[in-house]
């Protein structure tokens, strides 16, 4: 069982700040472009020809941070399990938002898929899930941010070193890639084919 009620915790968060970075649990819009900044890095320059799949897309803010920046990709594709959110992020986006519990479903293949934030209220029998469906989707690779460290929280999920590098290798990752240090116990990392 999850920690905590995702759609409590996010429900709750959407009435106090509204459609904000805050109404997604991120402490400011600066630190969710960091994050999007750091996913973007690894996606690399030309996605014009990519199909991206933002699993726990929320708002689509994603989408819209590729677009803020000039980035085009093939298609974008958003993936969450509350309908509250997949509602707001067809709204914002115009494209394609599905609802899935993404530790379960049968996702649609993908390019690339990446994740920000949505590992964080997850077990971390969850994350396994989670991730190992997003890259078993994926052609190209998934890249993903999270908590980082070894603290232990009754709500949040940390995801540590000893975990990543277990996880790449039941996965047969082809490349790893590490990001950290831009935001305290935060990481991003880059599982690639």
């Known amino acids: 069982m999850p920690r905590i009620d995702s759609e409590k915790f996010y429900t709750a968060a959407l009435q106090k700040h509204g459609i904000s970075a805050c109404g997604l649990h991120w402490s400011s819009d600066a630190h969710q472009s960091i994050?999007?900044?750091?996913?973007?890095?690894?996606?690399?320059?030309?996605?014009?020809?990519?199909?991206?799949?933002?699993?726990?897309?929320?708002?689509?803010?994603?989408?819209?941070?590729?677009?803020?920046?000039?980035?085009?990709?093939?298609?974008?594709?958003?993936?969450?399990?509350?309908?509250?959110?997949?509602?707001?992020?067809?709204?914002?986006?115009?494209?394609?938002?599905?609802?899935?519990?993404?530790?379960?479903?049968?996702?649609?293949?993908?390019?690339y898929y990446i994740c920000s934030g949505a590992l964080n209220i997850l077990t971390p029998f969850e994350t396994q899930l989670f991730v190992r469906n997003c890259f078993a989707s994926s052609k190209k690779g998934f890249i993903f941010n999270a908590l980082y460290g070894d603290k232990e929280s009754d709500v949040y999920n940390y995801i540590n070193i000893d975990t990543i590098h277990t996880l790449a290798k039941s996965l047969h990752v082809k490349h790893t890639r590490l990001t950290e240090g831009y935001i305290e116990h935060d990481i991003t990392v880059g599982f690639f084919k």
């Open 35 to 111: 994050r999007f900044d750091k996913i973007l890095e690894m996606l690399g320059d030309d996605l014009t020809q990519s199909t991206i799949v933002d699993a726990g897309c929320g708002f689509g803010d994603f989408y819209r941070f590729l677009q803020n920046n000039g980035v085009h990709v093939n298609k974008y594709i958003g993936i969450d399990s509350l309908q509250e959110m997949c509602d707001i992020a067809r709204e914002k986006t115009a494209c394609e938002i599905i609802r899935s519990d993404i530790t379960k479903a049968r996702l649609p293949v993908a390019d």
